[in-house]
């Protein structure tokens, strides 16, 4: 390629890449909508604040805690002198054993 076709192709490259930018900002423009309750919403709050309120709260006591923890008695649990009773569950093993044994005994 000579120097002459090089620089074509730039400037088609260079020109086609500005109108596509172009386009997608315009799209994006065109289509982006707020709706108006976002609108209120979005409002920007005015600078305006209570400078004497600033200092009383600048003026505020700081209150540090107290360092020391408070010690709770710790609960310790005792086994319980009465063992639960479990209930054993027949498997179904052992019901089918049974149940052939009560069909068979006449």
């Known amino acids: 390629m000579k120097g002459k076709e090089l620089l074509i192709i730039a400037i088609s490259a260079f020109i086609l890449t500005v109108i596509w930018i172009a386009s997608n900002v315009y799209h994006a423009y065109a289509t982006s909508t707020i709706d108006e309750l ?7 709050i005015a600078p305006q604040f209570d400078e ?24 310790t649990l005792s086994p319980s002198p009465v063992e639960p009773e479990i ?20």
């Open 52 to 75: 004497e309120t600033i200092a009383r709260l600048k003026q505020r006591k700081v209150i540090e805690p107290i360092k020391t923890s408070i010690s709770q008695p710790s609960l």
């Open 87 to 106: 209930e054993t569950v027949p498997t179904i093993a052992e019901t089918e054993v049974s149940e052939a044994t009560e069909s068979a005994t006449p």
């Open 38 to 44: 976002l609108q209120i919403q979005i409002i920007p």
